[in-house]
């Protein structure tokens, strides 16, 4: 049977792989590293283990990844990476998907911290406490909170945000420090994965 620890390491940069292999293999875990999906899924393995893919490569993308691994009934939990320009994408893959998303640049202790979760399946189970508490966080935004986060969710700068709902972008700031104290977000990233969870928890399963 295969290891329950293996971390599958999908990235077309080959100096970012070996060094999140390096990094996963110092924590104990068993890494297989690919330079694209295509080669992931030649070598499909059992339902054991977990995925970190980068969300936009060249070829076949992370999205093309979460489709495949629906279709062949494969539940894999998969962790995207991406950019700073890519946020709207990464958001796209956990709505197919995706247990979580970490933007890079990323540290260690988060990418850890990622893998643990994925391999507990705590992200995937929308009635974890996680996912409860998720709900009743963003069961306290007003209206405007939470237009000003379905604006992040689309990965819109303040500015635009601002525009669209007819307030100043030192406004949307306001309210972008509101969301992260009442989401109990530190970060960006966290910020969206707590929304994220929530919304699923909201709905079926992705699987």
């Keep these: 049977m295969p290891d329950r620890r293996i971390v599958y390491v999908i990235d ?13 293999e110092a924590a104990g875990f068993q890494v297989t590293a690919c330079l694209s999906v295509d080669e992931f899924l030649q070598l499909l393995p059992a339902e054991q283990g977990c995925v970190i893919s980068d969300v936009c490569m060249p070829g076949t993308t992370g999205l093309h990844l979460l489709r495949k691994l629906k279709e062949k009934d494969v539940r894999l939990p998969v962790i995207v990476m991406s950019g700073r320009g890519n946020i709207p994408m990464a958001v796209e893959a956990i709505r197919h998907g995706a247990v979580d998303f970490i933007e890079k640049p990323f540290s260690d202790d988060v990418i850890l911290q990622a893998v643990i979760s994925a391999l507990s399946s705590a992200a995937q ?7 409860i508490s998720a ?14 986060l379905n604006g992040l969710l689309a990965g819109h700068p303040n500015k635009v945000i601002g525009h669209n709902l007819g307030i100043s972008p030192r ?6 420090a509101n969301l992260m104290l009442k989401m109990e977000a530190d970060s960006l990233s966290m910020l969206l994965r707590t929304a994220l969870l929530a919304e699923r928890g909201r709905s079926d399963p992705a699987y």
Excluded: H, K, N, W
């Design 12 to 24: 077309d940069d080959a100096a970012l792989r070996e060094s999140l292999s390096f990094l996963l």
């Design 135 to 148: 709900q009743r966080r963003m069961s306290s935004l007003s209206v405007r909170e939470r237009e000003v």
């Design 125 to 131: 189970d929308t009635g974890t406490p996680e996912a």
């Design 171 to 176: 406004t949307v700031e306001i309210y972008r």
